[in-house]
């Protein structure tokens, strides 16, 4: 899946002012080019995110979890460890969340580990490489492989070699982990039905592209031949990022909640978009590239020219403005450019004020 993390404006993507890659010109028989928007509010897709290296990587969750996530990983017997370190953190064996898309009956992470355990390793193997996908979010789709893990990670190679080992091994991390995440699972479960239910008016006044872009908080998505679904699945453990799953006919994006439905009350705590907002601003080569992005919408390989820095390092200031909402990704197919969010430059004031004063200005 995506690699995790990190917005979007609604309406049209603008206009390129360079001459962007063209696509091929497609005449799709099959059915027409539509595309429907559905929401999976189960916390299933939780569950294996919450394994994920890039879960609690930032403080857009709060300390305790951040604390709990730690302490919950390094409770695991030392083999389950070494496995879901392979498997997990790197977010191969994330993409077995597959496996629920079209399983509604799956209501629980015990019903998950159920139906997972149930696979033939074949079958097991088909989920985690039912498509590869490419991740409009700069950290949802790529393995977050740290030189400071000291065990090796499992690679793609390895998975197929032993598929009975495989599915030993992911079956082995699945049930070593539903003991500690069913203390947090109820609170998992009230915020992401929170998040769902403050997004009636959304649902209700929104075309689907616009939907989706505010959704995400910037992926501003544009329909491919053949993808007939596009999934929201709220998350509170991919907080700041999404995480994309990807299928044969759909699309999920594991959207990370809005701070409104988080259940941590300090009256004290600035909000998450405040610190955000702030943090990104607060770097000098994510000003440049906002200056930039301020005379035109601007590939990743532009950008990364441009300031004569990698695209790995560009890629983790892009994720920082995008979890600020200050930039926005249009995507389409293989194709992805960077806008600049002009209306969120005048929130940096407005809501530091508000905070400081309690909305009095």
């Known amino acids: 899946m995506p690699r995790r993390p990190p917005a979007r404006t609604a309406g049209r993507p603008a206009a390129r002012t360079?001459?962007?890659?063209?696509?091929?010109?497609?005449?799709?028989?099959?059915?027409?080019?539509?595309?429907s928007v559905e929401w999976d509010v189960r916390p299933v897709y939780d569950f294996l995110f919450s394994l994920s290296g890039d879960a609690g990587s930032t403080d857009d969750l709060p300390s305790a979890d951040r604390t709990w996530l730690t302490e919950a990983k390094a409770s695991l017997p030392k083999a389950v460890r070494a496995a879901a370190l392979a498997l997990f953190e790197n977010e191969i064996g994330i993409h077995i969340a597959s496996l629920a898309v079209d399983r509604p009956d799956i209501r629980t992470p015990e019903a998950f580990v159920a139906?997972?355990?149930?696979?033939?390793?074949?079958?097991?193997?088909?989920?985690?490489?039912?498509?590869?996908?490419?991740?409009?979010?700069?950290?949802?789709?790529?393995p977050s492989a740290s030189a400071?893990?000291?065990?090796?990670?499992?690679?793609?190679?390895?998975?197929?070699?032993?598929p009975e080992g495989t599915h030993r091994d992911v079956v082995a991390v699945l049930r070593g982990?539903?003991?500690?995440?069913?203390?947090?699972?109820?609170?998992?479960?009230?915020?992401?039905?929170?998040?769902?239910?403050?997004?009636?008016t959304d649902r209700a006044t929104l075309d689907d592209q616009d939907l989706i872009e505010k959704t995400t908080g910037g992926i501003r998505w544009l329909a491919e031949p053949g993808v007939r679904r596009v999934i929201l699945a709220p998350?509170?453990?991919?907080?700041?990022?999404?995480?994309?799953?990807?299928?044969?006919?759909?699309r999920l994006f594991g959207y990370p909640i809005a701070d409104d439905a988080l259940d941590v009350v300090d009256p004290l705590a600035p909000p998450q978009s405040v610190v955000r907002l702030h943090r990104a601003?607060?770097?000098?080569?994510?000003?440049r590239i906002l200056k930039l992005l301020a005379t035109r919408d601007l590939y990743l390989t532009e950008i990364a020219q441009q300031l004569e820095l990698s695209k790995p390092t560009i890629k983790h200031h892009l994720a920082l403005?995008?979890?600020?909402?200050?930039?926005?990704?249009?995507?389409?197919?293989?194709?992805?450019?960077?806008?600049?969010?002009?209306?969120?430059?005048?929130?940096a004031s407005k809501e530091l004020q508000g905070f400081l004063t309690g909305g009095r200005g």
Request: no cysteine; proline share 8%; hydrophobic share 40%.
């Open 18 to 35: 360079t001459d962007a890659p063209a696509r091929p010109s497609v005449r799709d028989f099959t059915g027409g080019a539509g595309f």
């Open 115 to 142: 139906a997972v355990e149930s696979l033939t390793p074949a079958d097991l193997l088909r989920a985690i490489f039912t498509e590869t996908p490419h991740e409009p979010d700069e950290a949802a789709a790529e």
């Open 148 to 162: 400071s893990h000291p065990e090796p990670k499992r690679d793609h190679a390895a998975l197929l070699r032993d």
């Open 177 to 200: 982990w539903l003991t500690p995440f069913s203390s947090i699972g109820p609170r998992v479960i009230a915020m992401i039905e929170r998040d769902h239910a403050m997004r009636a």
């Open 235 to 250: 998350s509170y453990f991919s907080r700041p990022y999404n995480f994309l799953l990807a299928g044969a006919n759909w």
């Open 281 to 287: 601003l607060g770097d000098e080569t994510r000003l």
């Open 321 to 347: 403005l995008r979890a600020a909402g200050l930039v926005t990704i249009t995507e389409s197919g293989t194709v992805m450019y960077y806008s600049l969010r002009r209306p969120r430059l005048d929130d």
